[in-house]
């Protein structure tokens, strides 16, 4: 595949379409995902998942479709019909998937579209989401054109979920198959949970009011996961449709009320997207082009309409730390200062006692504040805005205040264990909570114990600590001139004599009871990496060299060191097994951005370029390799610590994303020969 490359091909939607996905998003936290086969292997497979007006939740709504194809006739006309059905789906009691007939290709871009090849003829389906504008609600709106030499006779019926979309459907008899008509809308409403769902067709159309249960369907990947994995499916009707040669049928599917024109309003989309595609094939960073157009994805609008970062596709929803480690990449580095600005303000309100919350909820009241480094994230993404020049009245208006209530909600110490320590070093958790990103835990408790003094929440505190200095002493506060400073200076002084390990020329992971852990982790590169920092340069290059040596894949940097005895090289099986593998080995992408700042400030001002060279190189590979395998122009959430580094988890992480971007900046902007400063 070339660089650019967004279409599959093959003889039928075998398994080799089934382990690459697609996404849309709307917008508000809604999404459509899927294989490129149109198989469902996840409960977050479907065409529209929505979050409905003022609820936190999502919900599968259009699971899919079941499209039948044959010869053209009156509509209505009763008698045999021959026809081929072109849903693949895999039920629980057979070995093999059904294949569904004859799809030979399917494109990511510029909308998602799937070819159908039968013996009554072809037929091309794509798919688009009208994402959230003011008094606009999110649409599905999907469109088949006919593509043979003769008409042809498509019906369809809706497969809804109707359904939390964590969990899985089971057939339920008691369901309202009342269909309600309006026009050339059709409206359905199987429980009282959800509006009115309405189905509104462009062309001419019959719907015919015939409920049924699809039961038993298989979602194999769920299946190895160790989840619940056998789902059904609810149909209201049939919608009847005849095409003519090279005729198109728009519908749209919309939550409350029905949508005027779902013709005008995929034109509409299609055009957006198009464009969008076109301009990022002419870039000269096709790649990150690539990667940046998923960006958008990841950024939605909360309830009460405030700007959020999502962690990732298809199960995850905001969480505070995800937000703030990606949020630079994912905004300034792609020249988005407005959408930085909007996400940090709108945080502000969240801020409490020095934290911020690991997941948000509606409000502060059901978010949880569970991490104990969202708020040093979030230390740092204002870091890089106001070192950016960007908007200084915010900066000192806003930004500065929250950041000093951080500084001294720990001075006082808070929940999550977090205090200052008396040599300034910042302790964080417990020995039954772990609150830093590497939290995974299974019945016996924390697989990787970081409480007490973990190496990058010490790197983020030296960092707030150090920028609060420049700014007290720029702003000529008085009394307070050099408080900051002092806590800086302290600290940096307490980081080196506990963390650095002069026999091996790196750092600690972690410092527990004055003792240093000596596992080798990418957390040490936020040390190496950050501008403000207390290590020297000889020091910086010591911690790059251990990462080079043991940490460095194709990927990404793996978790542990693969001498450590406790290194987990497959991450894969149950939920248990996977949460001992989490953090043990498995090679997670988003590090590669302080790999890579940290490798460039290491290196000689002389050779720094040549650096960045082989820096982006790596990431190109990367990026050439993955926007292909799983997530079509995504990176993966995290992949196997052994060769061949098989990808896992989610298909599109937010802080993978933000940080690549990131890195593949700084790179472009030494490779440039410009500047020789890492900015």
Not at 340 to 348: A, D, E, I, N
Request: include cysteine; glycine fraction near 10%.
């Amino acid at each position: 595949m070339s660089a650019m490359s967004s279409s599959v091909r093959a003889g039928s939607s075998g398994s080799a379409l089934g382990a690459t996905e697609w996404l849309l998003t709307d917008g508000r936290g809604g999404y459509g995902c899927g294989t490129a086969a149109g198989l469902p292997t996840r409960r977050y497979h479907g065409l529209w998942v929505a979050r409905p007006e003022g609820i936190a939740e999502r919900r599968m709504i259009v699971s899919g479709l079941d499209e039948r194809i044959g010869p053209a006739r009156t509509i209505g006309e009763s008698g045999d019909w021959p026809s081929a059905n072109v849903m693949p789906a895999h039920w629980h009691d057979v070995a093999e998937p059904t294949p569904g007939a004859g799809m030979t290709s399917f494109a990511r871009r510029p909308l998602p579209a799937w070819t159908f090849a039968t013996e009554f003829g072809t037929v091309e389906r794509s798919v688009a989401l009208q994402p959230q504008a003011p008094g606009q609600e999110p649409t599905l709106l999907v469109r088949w054109c006919n593509r043979s030499q003769h008409a042809v006779r498509l019906c369809v019926r809706p497969l809804l979920g109707w359904c939390n979309v964590d969990h899985l459907l089971q057939a339920n008899e008691s369901f309202d198959g009342t269909v309600h008509a309006r026009g050339a809308s059709w409206g359905f409403r199987p429980t009282d949970e959800l509006p009115l769902l309405w189905l509104t067709c462009d062309g001419v159309a019959a719907f015919e009011g015939e409920p049924a249960w699809y039961r038993g369907f298989l979602l194999a990947a769920d299946r190895v996961r160790g989840y619940d994995h056998v789902a059904d499916r609810w149909s209201p009707g049939v919608l009847e449709l005849d095409l003519a040669p090279g005729q198109q049928a728009t519908v749209a599917f919309a939550l409350g009320e029905p949508c005027a024109a779902p013709c005008d309003a995929f034109d509409a989309l299609l055009a957006t997207a198009t464009t969008d595609w076109q301009l990022a094939t002419q870039q000269n960073h096709s790649l990150v082009a690539r990667l940046e157009l998923g960006a958008d994805d990841f950024l939605y609008h909360a309830v009460g309409d405030r700007l959020g970062v999502l962690a990732g596709f298809p199960w995850f929803g905001e969480w505070g730390r995800d937000v703030f480690l990606a949020l630079p990449g994912l905004t300034l580095a792609r020249g988005r200062v407005d959408l930085c600005v909007k996400v940090m303000t709108g945080c502000l309100p969240f801020l409490q006692d020095g934290l911020l919350p690991n997941i948000y909820g509606k409000n502060i009241a059901t978010s949880n504040y569970g991490s104990c480094d969202a708020a040093l994230w979030f230390g740092l993404a204002a870091i890089r805005f106001a070192d950016g020049g960007h908007e200084p009245e915010l900066v000192q208006q806003q930004l500065l205040p929250a950041l000093r209530s951080i500084v001294e909600a720990y001075e006082r110490g808070t929940k999550l264990g977090l205090r200052m320590a008396p040599d300034g070093l910042l302790e964080a958790g417990s020995k039954e909570l772990n609150a830093t990103w590497m939290d995974a835990q299974t019945h016996k408790g924390p697989v990787t114990p970081r409480d007490g003094l973990p190496v990058e929440i010490q790197a983020l505190w030296y960092a707030l600590l150090s920028f609060l200095a420049d700014r007290e002493g720029a702003d000529q506060e008085g009394d307070g001139d050099t408080r900051f400073a002092a806590m800086r200076d302290r600290c940096g002084v307490a980081f080196v004599k506990a963390f650095w390990l002069s026999d091996v020329k790196s750092l600690a992971d972690r410092v527990h009871d004055g003792v240093p852990d000596h596992a080798i982790r990418p957390n040490m590169l936020v040390a190496a990496a950050l501008a403000r920092s207390p290590l020297s340069n000889a020091q910086r290059q010591g911690v790059v060299r251990m990462a080079k040596a043991h940490l460095v894949t194709p990927c990404g940097l793996r978790t542990l060191s693969p001498d450590d005895a406790n290194y987990i090289g497959v991450y894969g099986g149950g939920l248990e097994s996977r949460d001992n593998a989490y953090h043990q080995g498995t090679v997670w992408p988003w590090p590669a951005g302080f790999f890579v700042e940290a490798a460039l400030r290491a290196s000689p001002k002389k050779s720094r370029q040549k650096e960045a060279k082989q820096l982006m190189q790596w990431l190109d590979e990367l990026l050439e390799h993955e926007l292909n395998r799983a997530g079509l122009d995504h990176v993966s959430e995290v992949f196997d610590g052994d060769a061949p580094h098989r990808p896992g988890g989610a298909f599109a992480q937010a802080w993978n994303t933000g940080e690549l971007l990131r890195a593949h900046l700084l790179c472009q902007q030494i490779d440039s020969g410009k500047t020789t400063e890492i900015l």
